[in-house]
């Protein structure tokens, strides 16, 4: 069985013109002014880790457009009975589920059940692998403080190799010409992350990372992780840690990004992070219109 019509499963194999039309739709949509675009559909939350910001604006996004909202999390589920992921994609759509958000620890799940359910399946993140909506949402905000995406720099900085956020995002600012550049120890931010896109330069330096950038992509770095592939804490901050004094190297204009959840004192400081430049809070308020058009695309009423 092929995936239904209006899933998202990633961003990879999703063409240029179809992620134009899900952007300019996204600005159409309003969560303060709702829309029955869905009145009446079930949009079923299947997470299988923890998320605040994703499962949140999706709920919220699905309740705005008229939908009702099913919450099912590992915990306290069939799920942490042992109950096999097809046998639950199985049961919630004999309930009614009209829409499947799946959040899971494994890469390929949700491409797993969309071959075997016959309703769209959303990706809010498998694994290493890849978190469509966050691209897309990541994309919309830098096209709201961007004209455009051509002659952008991208500059991310910090775990590139354990992060689906940076998967997805490269695949699709590649596909709109824009100049990317990881970086981070190699532990994090290996060589062999160029494979994610043509063109694509890491360098182990932040201030070359930095030089001419109009977008500076944070990303969260654990500290357990850290400990285990025997990264000292204090180097890592003193080398990748984005400060003030740091910010400047990039364009004036840049603006700083962050999927969250932010760890403050490692990944950036407060006064970067609460600073002018920033737009992490306006990511997460992003994440709401963004998702309505997601679930709209998913329903076929992206017109």
């Known amino acids: 069985m092929n995936p239904a019509r209006g899933s998202l499963l990633g961003i990879e194999h999703l063409e240029a013109a179809e992620i134009l039309r899900l952007l300019k739709f996204a600005r159409r949509m309003n969560p303060d002014k709702p829309r029955p675009l869905l009145k009446g559909k079930r949009v079923l939350l299947l997470f299988y880790e923890a998320s605040t910001r994703t499962r949140s604006s999706f709920e919220i996004a699905a309740k705005s457009m008229g939908a009702h909202t099913v919450l099912i999390q590992s915990a306290g589920s069939s799920i942490e009975k042992g109950e096999s992921l097809l046998d639950t994609g199985y049961t919630v759509r004999a309930v009614g589920a009209d829409i499947i958000v799946i959040r899971h620890p494994n890469a390929g799940a949700p491409h797993v059940m969309a071959q075997h359910i016959d309703v769209p399946v959303i990706n809010a993140g498998d694994g290493l692998h890849e978190h469509p909506s966050q691209a897309l949402l990541d994309a919309y905000t830098i096209l709201r403080n961007k004209k455009s995406f051509k ?66 992509m944070l990303l969260r770095v654990q500290k357990e992780r850290l400990s285990g592939l025997k990264i000292d804490l204090s180097e890592y901050i003193a080398r990748y840690q984005m400060n003030q004094t740091r910010l400047k190297m990039a364009k004036k204009d840049a603006i700083v990004m962050h999927p969250g959840p932010i760890i403050r004192g490692l990944e950036l400081t407060s006064e970067v992070a609460d600073g002018a430049q920033a737009r992490i809070l306006e990511e997460v308020h992003n994440g709401v219109p963004m998702r309505m058009a997601i679930l709209a695309r998913a329903m076929g009423k992206m017109r």
Request: net charge neutral; charged share 20%.
């Open 151 to 216: 002659g952008l720099q991208v500059a991310i900085v910090g775990d590139i190799f354990h992060s689906r956020v940076a998967r997805s995002a490269c695949h699709l600012l590649s596909k709109f010409g824009v100049k990317i550049i990881l970086c981070g120890p190699p532990e994090l931010a290996p060589d062999i992350a160029t494979t994610l896109a043509p063109g694509i330069r890491v360098t182990r330096h932040i201030e070359d990372a930095l030089h001419g950038t109009d977008v500076v």
